[in-house]
């Protein structure tokens, strides 16, 4: 079947290029580790005046991939320099920039494509700086590369167990752990030092934590102020009139 010419403006906007190609996530497992990612990073992001983080949308790296329609996108990325706002798609010569870190997620139909065609792709034509890769339900199976001289080097995992990304200033590593009530080793974002990025769950239970201290700081105010007071009239002192 011969593909149809896309009748677009060159060179094409996010808005004039197709964002979507019907395809869902492979699984549920999949769908949760994209999200854990991306919604773990949303409060770092938050502390920086740039930067975005995309999922399972489109990445345009040049114009003969958007005449051979050859439509592609990283499962997450990261790119960091760049002003904060909504996108369709990643759309490199828009941008001026392309990701600074890409994650994709194994499968079972998609294993070999993206430790072979896609880790050739994001090295030798994206030139993405930091690769990474993960398997839902293999973590055993997991990896990261570094840009270094035109060609990606292994990353070595460090003593706390952990994949750095100096793209980032951060870390990747696995967590045993319930996310959205599934049990899994998940891949997770973590501190240079190990802390976890935390979730919308963990922020509302450590906001909760904090509530419930000034409750209690409150509650011990009250009664050494009761105390006080006590012992003034004891001592025959109104503290009414203090």
């Not at 990261?144 to 167990?161: I, M, Q, S």
């Not at 793209?167 to 009530?181: H, K, N």
Request: charged share 25%; proline share 7%.
């Amino acid at each position: 079947m011969v593909s149809q010419p896309l009748d677009i403006p060159l060179p094409p906007t996010q808005d004039d290029l197709p964002c979507d190609d019907g395809v869902p996530m492979a699984t549920q497992r999949h769908k949760l580790q994209l999200d854990l990612l991306l919604e773990t990073l949303q409060p770092w992001l938050a502390q920086r005046h740039d930067g975005y983080a995309g999922g399972n949308m489109f990445l345009y790296y040049s114009m003969a991939q958007v005449r051979n329609q050859d439509y592609m996108g990283p499962d997450v990325f990261v790119v960091v320099d760049v002003p904060k706002k909504e996108r369709k798609s990643w759309v490199v010569w828009e941008e001026e920039k392309g990701p600074d870190v890409v994650i994709e997620l194994l499968s079972a139909s998609t294993a070999r494509y993206d430790k072979m065609g896609k880790k050739r792709l994001y090295e030798q034509q994206v030139r993405v700086p930091e690769y990474f890769w993960f398997d839902p339900f293999n973590p055993e199976d997991w990896a990261g590369f570094r840009l270094v001289g035109g060609r990606y080097e292994p990353l070595g995992v460090n003593d706390a167990g952990f994949l750095p990304s100096e793209s980032l200033g951060l870390s990747l590593g696995r967590w045993s752990g319930q996310y959205q009530g599934v049990e899994a080793v998940w891949l997770r974002w973590a501190t240079p030092s190990g802390v976890w990025l935390p979730t919308k769950d963990d922020l509302l239970t450590q906001e909760r934590r904090r509530a419930e201290q000034e409750r209690q700081r409150a509650q011990q105010e009250h009664q050494r102020a009761e105390h006080l007071a006590e012992r003034l009239r004891a001592m025959g002192v109104d503290p009414d009139e203090l």
